[in-house]
C-alpha cells in the first residue's frame, strides 16, 4: 500500500480534529489527549454530521448535532446508540501522519 503525507501531527490540536478533503468525501484526523491520532470520515452514522466538529474526549468523540459518541479507534458508536463511522487508516512517521493513497484519489510521490 501506498501512503501519502498529509501533514504534521502537531498541526492537529490536542483534543482537537483538522479536516483533509478528497474526491470521496471529508476525513476527520483527530488527536487524543495522549497524542493518539485516528481518522474517520467526516460524517457521523446518525445523521451525517460533522465529527471534525465535535468534542474529542478520551477516545471518542461526540457528534455536535445529537451527541452520538463515537469510539475514535474503530469508529462505533458508543452507549444505548448504534452504528459506525468509516474508519480510515493511519501511519505516523517522524511526526507526519500519513494516509493511504487510494483514499485520497492521488498516486504517492
Not at 483533509?20 to 452514522?45: E, H, N, Q
Not at 452504528?83 to 507526519?96: F, I, N
Amino acid at each position: 500500500m501506498n501512503w501519502i503525507d498529509i501533514g504534521a501531527v502537531d498541526d492537529v490540536p490536542v483534543r482537537g480534529s483538522r479536516v483533509v478533503t478528497t474526491t470521496a468525501g471529508d476525513i476527520a484526523i483527530f488527536k487524543t489527549a495522549d497524542s493518539r491520532v485516528f481518522a474517520l470520515w467526516d460524517k457521523c452514522p446518525h445523521k451525517g454530521g460533522p465529527l471534525s466538529q465535535g468534542i474529542v474526549h478520551d477516545d471518542s468523540v461526540t457528534c455536535p448535532l445529537h451527541n452520538w459518541v463515537i469510539g475514535l479507534e474503530a469508529g462505533e458508536v458508543r452507549g444505548p446508540d448504534q452504528g459506525c463511522a468509516r474508519k480510515v487508516e493511519t501511519r505516523l512517521e517522524a511526526g507526519r501522519i500519513l494516509l493511504p493513497s487510494h483514499i485520497l484519489g492521488r498516486k504517492a510521490a
